[in-house]
């Protein structure tokens, strides 16, 4: 084998990816694009379309669907058969919309293999039966998935789409749409497409629950995914799909506020104008605004907000016309006046301005002070000039949920209070907002890089300062908000009449460990529900912003669908009923006069009935803030109240996963998990309020102190070094705060970061074992490992579970002869022996050209071996990645070749022939260069790469169809990191 030392791999400031990888983040049309990570570039400048800062929507949305669009397919399913379908279809188990007036048009059996829909999968889905019941499997990779046609109401007539999916095991379920105007491109193309994390570190329902779209479709006969995001070894399910039409208009909910013409927001942010308008509500619409709004108006949404200046092309969304680009666009216009119509909404417009970004052809960074201050002021009233007019504007953020950068950099330059003060002067009713939270999109608080330490290095430094955990990480976030310009206390000090947001971020736990591989990512969870954090902020308006996984699906004609879509960027949320969390979390940490959720599609998708029930009970409370009742016992409802325009209201928030009981004033009261209820009378008083033990909540807090103190045992007995009595305080102090009815106060002591952290200083310290068995005779190493010696170790990967997931890897693995391998292991007390046999349809090396940048390429299979022969794979407290210090390329018998072979470090040789299946390698090395023996061991890993010339893979030449990994157990990015090797034990 070709050995070589290894390196680090390169990055990519989004997230860490292979060697070599292109710093992309959303590039289509070049310009000033505020989606771009720092140190991300675009397009070459010569593939960039340049836009005219004179053009049209419609030539702005012409660009949008420039690409390869299809032709609605046919599809095989008759009338009759959908007509039979539905007249035998079984009822939901609940009704997911009882306020809609329903008609059943077509039925979807997922556990049906004689279902006649037309149907799409890489061959590799099956129906299984689980602790939910029974339902269609997806194999268990990334970007696994399985899809259906359904029949729909008509063009642009709404339908109410329902899946039936388990939440019995830990799972990460994408469901999406797809229609044929889609253009197939990455980053510009948004479908319906959210979905449901299940368990961790929420409890399991073991029952099915449902997601919903409300869509309006524009294809007869739309598609819909069912596909799987998590890293490894969870598949995504469903049981069944129902799909209606909705006979009348969308009904607004019905609040009763008490004070309607000034309540309470529930708001929903989005990133840029096009999103609702180009995707969310029917695909190019003329009357996606009318949906948009009746869409938000039924769930009780009653602010809308998104960056109408972003760059001086595309994303400049309205007119101002001394600002580059600011003349072309009657967007925002057509926008405010539907919502003027309708009334009781608002709109928040949001700037992004960057020192790129041009006004009289010259870039804001470049500008003197008072050049600046004069330009934008200028431009500020010319907006306010136009769209002052409209009751709906409500505010100017100078900020995006993505980044608070604009308001730091105006800062930078000396004119962030001057802008502020000059919007305030002339509309004081406005609100000019920010929001304090992350660095960046996708940038972790903890990342090494902006903020000085990694994720590791701030639970190291929490171990020894005998600080409470979630007092610690709190008090981390600040220190960033101060380093990234971004400390709330300053900005009011500056700059009067900024209204500060708490930014959280409730599925970063979720995002960072499956995007970024970052396998301390729970301590975000923890992060989102400090009071410590929250009071740094000290505000009563909070956003909760989902940063979105995004995902490589590889859609195509000629692989695995009926059109093209590679990309997509699902949200996530936990399943009903913990779908709330992240409302009621932000509405407990303080009491909020407003929140408003953002993200890149919509965050209320999928869970509108409960999100409808949250917005009711929410508006419902008077627009002042309320006062906290003393916590009671136990502490799982946090209550608040106020005499307001005569009457008593009185908030409860359940703060757990959990139903909770209550008496308020000796009236008896259920609350479901997560849930808020307002209550409403003549009371003058504080209401007296007891709350019933929750024995369910409690029994879960309890089954986490005790893993807690299993893994520090099961640590310790691996190296004591690894766990500090600290963990065990903190068992101690969790278990005597839920002895005393404090069960909540004892759920944030534990905190789920630290229990997470034990788990992974095991996983390094315990790695899987492969074995090496010494055998009596060496194998004859002919190409035929049915003839190695009985005794050699035997193992077979050829399912799913052992691809790794990667953000630009589709995996549209078909089964065993796609790609599997059979590795044998064995050693004769001075050699050890390895044979893998490969199966691979096509073993190819070729070049690639991807024709949106002009670029060619090299591509082929490939096949490395990984050693950690130092002990590295074993080190869980470097806190940068820890190479592998011996790997081993293979040159596969490419090009007609049948056979090849070589020699490298440690004294490696081996032999790869050709098969008709694939090929087969065969190896040996001295143990005695390895620095090995009988009884020791060493980090092993195998990596084999596959490529098969398949048309849906990323542009850039690291790029795979899928890599196959002997073990999988990833813990952190597997292409640089020796901790994710497997333990090889050599036989005594």
Request: with cysteine; charged share 25%; net charge negative.
């Amino acid at each position: 084998m070709n050995m070589s030392m290894s390196g680090s791999a390169g990055g990519l400031n989004v997230m860490p990816t292979p060697k070599g990888m292109d710093s992309l983040k959303v590039a289509e049309e070049g310009g000033n694009n505020p989606f771009l990570v720092d140190g991300a570039q675009p397009e070459p400048a010569g593939q960039i379309r340049k836009i005219s800062k004179v053009m049209t929507v419609v030539t702005i949305m012409a660009i949008f669907t420039a690409g390869e669009a299809f032709s609605e397919a046919p599809v095989t399913i008759t009338d009759e058969q959908v007509e039979a379908i539905v007249a035998g279809a079984p009822e939901p188990r609940e009704n997911p919309a009882p306020e809609l007036k329903l008609r059943l048009i077509d039925f979807i059996d997922c556990t049906d293999p004689e279902d006649p829909h037309d149907f799409k999968d890489q061959g590799t889905s099956k129906v299984v039966d689980g602790p939910a019941g029974r339902y269609r499997e997806t194999a268990a990779h990334r970007h696994a998935f399985f899809a259906y046609r359904f029949r729909s109401a008509g063009r642009d007539r709404p339908v109410l789409i329902v899946f039936e999916y388990p939440d019995d095991m830990v799972r990460t379920i994408n469901f999406s749409t797809h229609e044929s105007g889609l253009s197939g491109r990455a980053n510009i193309d948004w479908s319906l497409e959210t979905g449901v994390y299940c368990g961790d570190p929420y409890p399991l329902s073991n029952a099915m629950q449902y997601h919903t779209f409300v869509m309006w479709p524009q294809d007869e006969w739309p598609a819909l995914l069912v596909g799987n995001f998590h890293r490894y070894g969870h598949p995504a399910a469903a049981s069944r799909i129902w799909v209606y039409a909705i006979e009348e208009p969308l009904p607004p909910l019905d609040v009763e506020a008490p004070d309607p013409e000034n309540q309470r927001t529930l708001g929903h942010y989005n990133s840029t104008w096009f999103l609702p308008v180009r995707f969310h509500f029917g695909l190019d619409s003329p009357n996606a605004i009318e949906h948009m709004l009746d869409y938000s108006r039924y769930v009780g949404v009653n602010e809308l907000s998104w960056s109408v200046v972003s760059n001086n092309t595309w994303a400049f969304a309205c007119r101002i016309p001394s600002w580059d680009g600011g003349d072309r666009s009657d967007h925002l216009d057509q926008l405010l006046t539907a919502m003027d119509e309708r009334g009781g909404m608002g709109f928040v417009a949001g700037f992004f301005l960057r020192p790129n970004f041009t006004i009289g052809g010259k870039p804001l960074g470049e500008m003197e002070t008072e050049e600046l201050r004069d330009a934008l002021i200028a431009g500020f009233d010319q907006f306010l000039d136009r769209y002052g007019v409209y009751g709906s504007l409500k505010g100017v953020a100078l900020a995006g949920q993505y980044s608070n950068r604009c308001i730091t950099f105006l800062d930078s330059m000396g004119v962030a209070a001057d802008v502020v003060a000059h919007i305030k002067n002339r509309r004081s009713d406005l609100h000019v907002k920010v929001y304090t939270g992350a660095w960046n999109l996708h940038a972790e608080y903890f990342d090494g890089n902006r903020y000085p330490d990694t994720a590791g290095e701030v639970v190291a430094r929490w171990e020894t300062s005998g600080v409470p955990w979630s007092d610690f990480i709190g008090e981390e976030a600040r220190k960033g908000w101060e380093l990234w310009g971004y400390d709330p206390d300053r900005l009011r000090a500056d700059m009067p009449g900024l209204t500060i947001y708490e930014q959280l971020q409730p599925d970063d736990h979720r995002i960072y460990g499956l995007y970024a591989q970052q396998p301390r990512a729970m301590i975000y969870h923890d992060l989102d529900r400090s009071q410590r954090r929250s009071d740094a902020v000290d505000s009563p308006y909070a956003n909760i912003w989902n940063n979105h996984f995004e995902g490589w699906y590889g859609l195509n004609p000629e692989v695995n669908f009926w059109y093209r879509k590679h990309w997509v960027a699902p949200d996530f949320n936990p399943p009903p009923p913990q779908s709330q969390a992240p409302l009621t979390r932000a509405l407990a940490l303080r009491d909020r006069l407003a929140i408003v959720p953002g993200s890149w599609n919509n965050r209320f998708f999928g869970w509108e009935a409960h999100a409808r029930r949250f917005a009711r009970e929410f508006r419902k409370l008077p627009p002042v803030e309320m006062t906290d009742l003393e916590e009671a016992t136990p502490d799982t409802v946090r209550v608040r109240w106020i005499r307001y325009d005569g009457r008593r209201y009185i908030a409860l928030i359940n703060l757990t996963p959990f139903p909770a009981g209550l008496t308020v004033d000796g009236l008896d009261v259920e609350i479901g998990p997560h849930e808020l209820k307002s209550l409403v009378d003549g009371g003058e008083a504080a209401p007296e309020v007891s709350v019933r033990h929750s024995g369910e909540y409690s029994r879960f807090i309890e089954r986490r102190i005790a893993r807690l103190r299993d893994l520090h045992a099961e640590v310790g007995a691996l190296d004591a070094r690894a766990a500090p009595g600290v963990y065990l305080e903190v068992a101690d102090e969790a278990a005597a705060k839920l002895a005393a009815g404090r069960p909540h106060a004892a759920d944030i002591t534990l905190g789920d970061g630290l229990v997470n952290e034990l788990q992974l200083r095991r996983d390094i310290l315990d790695p899987p074992v492969l074995t090496a068995p010494r055998v009596d005779s060496a194998p004859q190493l002919a190409g035929d490992l049915d003839s190695w010696p009985e005794d050699a170790s035997d193992l077979l990967a050829d399912g799913g579970e052992y691809l790794a997931g990667h953000l630009y890897f589709p995996n549209s693995w078909s089964g065993p002869e796609d790609l599997s391998a059979r590795l044998r292991l064995a050693h004769d007390g001075t050699t050890l022996y390895v044979g893998v046999e490969v199966r691979d349809a096509d073993v190819v090396r070729y070049e690639d050209s991807w024709n949106r940048w002009n670029r060619t390429f090299s591509r082929s299979d490939s096949f490395q071996i990984r050693l950690s022969t130092d002990g590295g794979y074993l080190d869980w407290s470097r806190p940068a990645s820890v190479p592998h210090d011996l790997r081993g390329t293979v040159t596969l018998p490419f090009d007609g070749a049948v056979e090849t072979s070589g020699r490298g470090r440690a004294g490696f040789e081996y032999t790869c022939r050709r098969t008709d299946t694939g090929y087969v390698v065969e190896g040996t090395a001295p143990l005695a260069e390895l620095g090995v023996g009988p009884g020791g061991s060493t980090g092993f890993l195998l990596e084999i790469s596959d490529v098969d010339k398949t048309p849906n893979l990323y542009g850039a030449g690291w790029s795979a169809k899928q890599v196959l990994l002997i073990p999988h157990q990833p813990n952190f990015v597997y292409w640089n990191d020796a901790r994710n090797c497997g333990r090889l034990v050599i036989g005594e």
